[in-house]
Each structure stands twice: as C-alpha cells, then as structure tokens.
C-alpha cells in the first residue's frame, strides 16, 4: 500500500501530522505497538478516502478519530478475548472499553518524545531508522522496504522486533528529564544522519521505486530544528544535509557513476540550499559549543563557496578536519584528513598520514583506504601503483555506482600513463 | 513462468575486466542499466543483482558442532556467477530472447557472452 493517489499536498500533510495523531492516541492509551498500528492503518484509510471525497476539513481531528475507533475495537477484542478465556474458569463480569469523547489536546513536543522512544540506544540502528520512518515520518512499511530494497515481510517484521524492545525497555511515553534528554539527543540524531546517508549513498539505484530518503531525513531534522532551535548541534546537522544534498544533481555521471567533488559541474549545485546552510551553520558556529556535525557542515560550506574546485580554500578544511580528528575517533576522518594535508602540503605528507591506518580493524575489509591511497598515488605520479590500488579498491566495494567510478577511474589512468 | 538468467565468469573475469579500455567499460555499463530499465518498463523484470568479485567468495559448510567452516580462494578456472536476472515471461522461447539480448552486451574476448537460463521453481510460501 503507497500513497500513491495522493496529491502532493495530502501526502506532505498526511506525513506531518502522523507523528501529532500518534501522540494523542498514545497519550490516551499507552499501549505503543497497537497505537502505532492504529495510526498507521488511519494513514492508509485516509490515502484511500481522500482522493476520492476531499481531505476533511479538520485532517488532524479526522485521524485522530478513526486512530482512536481502530485503537477501541483493539481494545474491545483483547478484553472480550481475555475475559471469554478467564470466564470459562471464573465466573468474572465483563468489562467494556472507556469510550472516546472530544479531541485530546495537541503537543508540539510529540514529535520529539516520538523520535527519543523511536532512537533509543536499546535498538539496533536499523531498527531504530524503520520505526522513525514508520512512526514519526508517517511512511508506510512497503515505501520503507522499497527505499531500503528488502521484502515487506522482512520490514515488517524489523519494526516489531524494534516494538518489542521497546516494550520490554519500558520505555514511557514522556520527556526524558534534562540529563538523560542530552544523552538521548545523540541517538536521535545520529539515526537521522544515518538516514540521510543511506539515500545519499544509494541515490543511483531504480529511482522511481524509492521513497527519497535523503528529503525525509531533512524533513525530520527540520522539524526537530523547529522545537530546539537552539541546540546547535541540531543546526549543525541540518546545515550537512543540506550543504550535501544541495551537489545531489551533480554528483552522478550519465550512466550512474560518480562524479568527484572536483570534477563536479558546480553550476548544478543547488544554490539556494547552499545558501540556507551556510546562514545556519554560521550560525550554530557563532554559539560557541561546537560539535562534530557543525564541523562537518563547516567542510561542507568551505567545498560548496568556492565557485570553481581550483578555489577551494584548502588550508581552512585543513584546519577544520584537524579539530574533528581531536574530537573524534573515526578513521574516515583520518582518511579525510590526510587527503586536506594532501592538497596543503603535498600528496607525499597525505601517504604518510595514511600509514598509520594500515593495521586498523576497522577499515581492514572495505575499500576506503585502497582507494584514497590511490589518490594520493595519482597526484604524486606513481600512476602504476594508483591503478593497480584502483582496481584492488574495486575488487572491495560492495556499492555499484563506487565500483563502476573505480574502475573507470583505473582504467582512465592507465591508458593516459 | 519464471526464469533465471546467469552470467557466469571464469575467477579471473573481473580482473581482466578491469583492464578493459575505458570507453568499452563505459558501455558495458551503460547496456546493462538500459537492459533492466526496459525489462522493469516491460512488467518483465523480478529482480537482477550483480554480485561482487569471486575473490571475496568463501564456501561454507558446517562442522560437527554446527559451527560454519569456511574455505576461501579458489582455482583459476572454476566458473563463478557474476550476476543474474529473473524474470516473469510468457514462454521459454521470451526468456531465450532475453538472454540471447544480455549475451549481446559490450566487451572483450568471449564475446558474445555465455548466459545460462533455468527455469525457477513455483515456490513453496515458506521459502520466501
């Protein structure tokens, strides 16, 4: 089931008032898994009715209503079910359901304790991206299982895995206090970043069958923008997004491959997201507390103002990795900072930064480190080794579009040599 | 009537691959996007995937406790899938076609390519 005889506006409206009519009908019931159920079935029942009799005058209280009755014959079921079990044993009276007066009162913060529930640290990461999607970003399983190209029934029974956590965690449905809220906060947005990097990464595949993930996971981050504007790693996060999707239309080549930053077509860039994300990085940056987003979203802004690749002020990203490679323990930072000392202070400095990566676990099954070693190689004229790391690259990567620019790549520098 | 079409390799194949001239890897490319774009358009089209280089291959089998054994590195001449189709056609004769239009696709050496059509079971629901 998609969304698919919806207008645009009913979908952009439908997706953003999920998260407020789970609120309310979990505010009433408690029970997390079948709320969610609930809502998602008023979601489909709505994608169904509207096209053909108008969206209603009051959407939200029109969802609401029909989550609520879903959520009423639940609850009339399982009493009836547990009260014909115990009845045959004890002669018990029988209880009825409360039933469901006027609209509950509306949260902003919702959408919030939604996405704190929704990224607990006790699920697993692709748990905790179905369920947002599913939860807060009001997608159905079959558009979730479509973005990530896995089977329904696989999605599906993701998601209640990740209810089930939630139900044994205990999780309430509240605001965690202030100190656990920070902690916490982590979690949201890193879940958010993963999303964006899963449609960014995989942007080339059949994309008319995709639910475009990298515009929900900005949709989100706008949202939780919105109710904190004052964290600044919020704002930091959003600025990457953005700073990053905004080069979406010209990072692939005609047949899917990938196009370098440096041999981007800059005029494709898209100018307005660019200038939406540097406003709000500077500003994030102006506050003082800088954390790992804000100073990717700096790189970023650093890469998307310089008109042509030649004018990309090198030493300033140079400086930028060198404080994150302080705050963080990831090697692809390392990996990033070797390739700006390479372009300060020659490729030479760059492969010798690379070597203390050689022995890391971490990075010892993928392609990463073969194939900026292979850069480094290229700019420093030893194309044969460049080639052969190319290919050794190629042979590791487990992504087709990555794969097809290696081996072009390879194969363009050997016929050159 | 599903049908499942196989591109086989010798473990060699992907690096000689590698070193096909820049232009003709281009096209290589490019067929096989066109290929499954018009299979999908054509309601034809269940799933094709590519897979990754043979040199990542382990076979696996379990040992007395139940535990995987794996064994790695294979000779140079065994044959290796290199990806595959499935499609939902009318007849035997459409899957042929189909395969005869992959083995089409641009390269160098052994080509026209080898594809390999076998019929898909109807499946039981559990094996999904």
């Given at each position: 089931m998609t969304f698919a005889a919806l207008d645009a506006r009913a979908e952009h409206l439908l997706r953003e008032l999920a998260p407020q009519v789970l609120g309310a009908v979990l505010r009433r019931f408690r029970d997390f898994a079948a709320s969610e159920d609930a809502v998602q079935e008023a979601l489909i029942a709505a994608a169904a009715q509207w096209p053909r009799e108008g969206i209603p005058e009051n959407p939200r209280g029109w969802l609401i209503h029909v989550a609520l009755r879903r959520m009423t014959d639940h609850v009339r079921s399982e009493i009836s079910r547990r009260n014909r079990e115990t009845a045959a044993l004890e002669d018990l009276p029988i209880v009825v359901a409360p039933a469901v007066h006027a609209e509950p009162h509306f949260d902003p913060d919702d959408t919030l304790v939604l996405l704190f529930m929704c990224c607990h640290?006790?699920?697993s990461p692709a748990s905790a991206i179905a369920l947002t999607l599913r939860a807060?970003?009001?997608?159905t399983t079959a558009q979730i299982a479509s973005a990530f190209l896995v089977p329904e029934a696989t999605l599906a029974q993701r998601i209640s895995r990740a209810k089930q956590s939630i139900k044994t965690s205990r999780v309430p449905f509240r605001m965690p206090d202030e100190k656990e809220r920070a902690q916490r906060f982590g979690s949201v947005l890193h879940v958010l970043y993963l999303i964006f990097n899963e449609g960014y990464t995989t942007s080339s595949g059949p994309e008319l069958q995709r639910a475009d993930l990298s515009s929900e996971s900005i949709r989100l981050t706008r949202a939780v923008h919105a109710l904190a504007p004052e964290d600044a790693e919020v704002t930091g996060l959003l600025a990457l997004m953005l700073l990053t999707d905004a080069r979406r239309a010209a990072r692939t080549g005609p047949v899917g491959e990938l196009i370098p930053l440096d041999e981007?077509?800059?005029?494709?860039?898209d100018a307005r997201a660019i200038a939406e994300g540097v406003a709000l990085v500077s500003d994030a940056l102006s506050k003082?507390?800088?954390g790992e987003y804000q100073l990717q979203a700096a790189i970023a802004a650093v890469h998307d103002e310089a008109a042509r690749a030649e004018d990309t002020d090198w030493p300033q990203i140079l400086a930028l990795y060198t404080v994150l490679k302080h705050m963080s323990d990831n090697p692809i930072v390392t990996l990033n900072h070797a390739i700006a000392t390479a372009m300060v202070r020659g490729p030479e400095q760059g492969l010798e930064l690379l070597s203390a990566l050689d022995g890391d676990a971490r990075l010892s099954h993928g392609h990463r480190l073969d194939a900026v070693r292979a850069h480094l190689l290229e700019r420093s004229g030893d194309h044969e080794s460049a080639v052969a790391l190319y290919r050794a690259a190629a042979e590791k990567t487990s992504s087709v579009p990555e794969r097809n620019y290696l081996v072009m790549r390879a194969a363009r520098l050997s016929e050159a040599t | 009537m599903k049908y499942m079409l196989m591109m086989n390799t010798r473990c060699g194949g992907y690096e000689e691959y590698m070193k096909w001239p820049k232009k003709v890897i281009e096209a290589n490319i490019a067929f096989m996007i066109d290929f499954s774009r018009k299979l999908r358009a054509a309601g034809e089209l269940v799933g094709a995937e590519g897979l990754a280089s043979p040199t990542q291959a382990k076979l696996v089998r379990a040992g007395k406790d139940a535990k995987p054994i794996t064994d790695g590195v294979f000779p140079e001449s065994k044959e290796f899938l290199a990806g595959y189709w499935i499609v939902d056609v009318e007849s035997a004769e459409r899957a042929y076609q189909i395969a005869a239009e992959a083995s089409t696709a641009p390269g160098v050496g052994d080509a026209p390519l080898m594809i390999e059509v076998r019929e898909v079971l109807s499946s039981h629901k559990d094996l999904k």
């Open positions: 640290p006790a699920l807060v970003g009001g997608l981007q077509d800059r005029k494709l860039w003082g507390c800088v | -």
